[in-house]
């Protein structure tokens, strides 16, 4: 069906509401008491992104979408906290991991900053505790051509990430580490193709498209009409009983580097199959070890 949304163009509308089956959210499965929210938090899939020099902490245009971040989040705390959640800790997930500014996420918040080399990698500070996740502000992976930034964990370095035979979005990536330890990704936002890969993989998904993209352009509406919509469906998310995304074992994982000469140097980790010029392989039934292995190849 194609509706006219708050972008300037007919678009496919997306569907990530749970089927009916799933009526009892989380709000009400936990009796509303001591409900933990994990929010991962990037940038290239904020409001009107476009160039690299807008995620870039060396560019004066950094500072706008860093914000706008910053924002993005406070808005998915704010629909969390009307849901009624009571713990919520977020994640710096871009770049170095100092971007989120914790005057404008509020005082509710518990915030993660700088990357230490854990294999959860932009998922680092959750565990089985939590009761959901959300990923704020993600994007389309290498090689879709949903996002003028999109890429797979190093846009320099990775061409793009199969897992299972499958096209690896970093949303996949870390639904996967969500479900490992039993946490459902119950909204997303960014890129409107980045919401066309969400629901392929996991249909009962919350997402709002953020931004659209034309080659190297991108549609969007005033940032406070995405916080608005943020804001609502984040909630709304709380209030549905979704699932972790669905596991299939054996994990074989494939990195396609840009360069034959990183291929042949990352190689070289333990049982790693180097399968072509540019493409490292990997296989286990655990996914700690797929994220070791990834830690690994992006180091």
């Not at 993600?138 to 499958?166: C, D, V």
């Not at 409107?192 to 996991?202: D, F, N, Q, S, Y």
């Not at 034309?214 to 979704?242: C, F, T």
Request: proline letters at 4%; hydrophobic letters at 40%; glycine letters at 6%.
């Amino acid at each position: 069906m194609l509706i006219m949304t708050h972008l300037s163009y007919p678009v496919k509308t997306l569907s990530f509401f749970p089927c009916t089956a799933f009526q009892h959210g989380i709000m009400a499965l936990k009796g509303g008491k001591n409900v933990k929210v994990f929010i991962s938090a990037d940038i290239e899939g904020v409001t009107g992104i476009s160039n690299w020099t807008q995620a870039s902490h060396k560019e004066k245009a950094y500072e706008v979408f860093a914000k706008r971040m910053s924002e993005e989040v406070r808005a998915a705390v704010e629909g969390a906290l009307a849901a009624g959640a009571k713990e919520i800790v977020v994640t710096d997930a871009h770049g170095t991991g100092v971007n989120l500014d914790i005057e404008i996420l509020g005082r509710e918040v518990t915030l993660i900053q700088r990357f230490n080399g854990h294999p959860d990698g932009m998922m680092f500070g959750l565990d089985d505790s939590f009761d959901a996740a959300m990923m704020i502000g993600y994007h389309s992976p290498a090689t879709y051509a949903g996002n003028p930034l999109s890429h797979t964990l190093s846009s320099r370095r990775i061409h793009k990430i199969l897992l299972n035979g499958e096209l690896a979005s970093e949303w996949l990536l870390n639904a996967y580490t969500a479900a490992d330890k039993g946490v459902p990704v119950v909204f997303a936002s960014g890129d409107e193709r980045l919401g066309e890969h969400v629901k392929a993989h996991h249909e009962e998904v919350l997402f709002h498209p953020t931004f659209a993209s034309h080659g190297a352009s991108v549609v969007y509406p005033h940032p406070e009409k995405n916080l608005e919509a943020i804001r609502d469906l984040s909630a709304k998310a709380l209030q549905k009983r979704i699932r972790p995304l669905p596991v299939e074992r054996p994990f074989r994982i494939e990195v396609v580097f840009t360069s034959h000469m990183e291929a042949y140097r990352k190689s070289f980790y333990p049982q790693a199959e180097k399968i072509d010029d540019t493409t490292v392989a990997f296989q286990s039934e655990a996914y700690r070890d797929i994220q070791t292995f990834i830690a690994f190849m992006t180091s």
